[in-house]
């Protein structure tokens, strides 16, 4: 009997060790170094495993809704101070001819007329040259433009002109008298050892616009007009004659 109770008594242990199977072994969180000693005054007992706190973050700037309407003009603000005046612009082109205007008062008397004259010589340096003055004897209404040394017609009708000039000794004179871009009348002095007055006139029938001026011609000599600052030998004028009714 003895011999049987001594196994018995020696298996009790093993099976009171076996833990429950209806109760599952607490789980623990360890470490790659749990295995080491724990350091002086902390406990041995292991740290259960606690989940991170997860919070929701919106990001506000990529939540950006549609284009609102525009808002009311404001208002406007004091004008600032004028700038500096622009330097002259290149001269434009003619125009084309406008239309003609309403009849006149019968009774009211037109008037156009000018009378310029030039100081200095004046040498050809291009095949055509256009002859610019620089005194105004008369200028009624700005008729004729000084620039461009041309008459233009504001009042169609008859007009008369004249051109004078002083030849140079041993130099050709060679001048057009220009309606438009059509030479009318010549003004030509040989090479000669003496300078005389030479002049030229002409009637013409102008419409409104229309243009009136004095060119030099080279050809193949020289052409050339005497002047001085003190006197003056070079004058072009011109004046209505009868209106066109």
């Not at 004729?144 to 000794?169: E, R």
């Not at 130099?171 to 007055?197: A, C, G, W």
């Not at 000599?221 to 006197?231: G, K, L, M, T």
Request: aromatic share 12%.
């Amino acid at each position: 009997m003895s011999g049987f109770l001594l196994p018995v008594l020696l298996l009790l242990p093993l099976v009171a060790s076996v833990p429950s199977p209806s109760r599952s072994p607490p789980k623990y969180c360890r470490r790659c170094c749990d295995h080491l000693e724990p350091p002086l005054g902390s406990s041995s007992r292991p740290v259960a495993y606690q989940a991170p706190e997860v919070r929701t973050f919106i990001n506000m700037t990529i939540l950006k809704g549609d284009k609102g309407d525009r808002g009311e003009r404001g208002t406007p603000g004091k004008a600032g101070a004028d700038g500096p005046p622009g330097s002259r612009g290149a001269m434009g082109t003619k125009g084309s001819k406008g239309q003609a205007g309403a009849p006149g008062d019968p009774c009211k008397t037109q008037h156009s007329a000018f009378s310029v004259g030039r100081r200095k010589a004046l040498h050809s340096v291009d095949y055509y040259q256009a002859m610019l003055f620089d005194t105004v004897f008369v200028n009624l209404a700005g008729h004729f433009n000084m620039f461009k040394g041309k008459f233009y017609c504001y009042v169609p009708g008859v007009y008369f002109f004249n051109i004078n000039i002083h030849t140079w000794n041993f130099k050709e004179t060679y001048l057009h008298m220009m309606h438009n871009e059509q030479e009318q009348v010549i003004l030509y002095t040989q090479p000669s050892d003496r300078s005389i007055m030479q002049s030229q006139s002409v009637m013409l029938n102008l419409e409104l616009n229309d243009e009136v001026w004095v060119r030099l011609y080279k050809r193949e000599r020289e052409n050339a007009i005497y002047s001085d600052d003190v006197d003056i030998y070079i004058t072009f004028n011109g004046y209505l004659v009868a209106p066109t009714s």
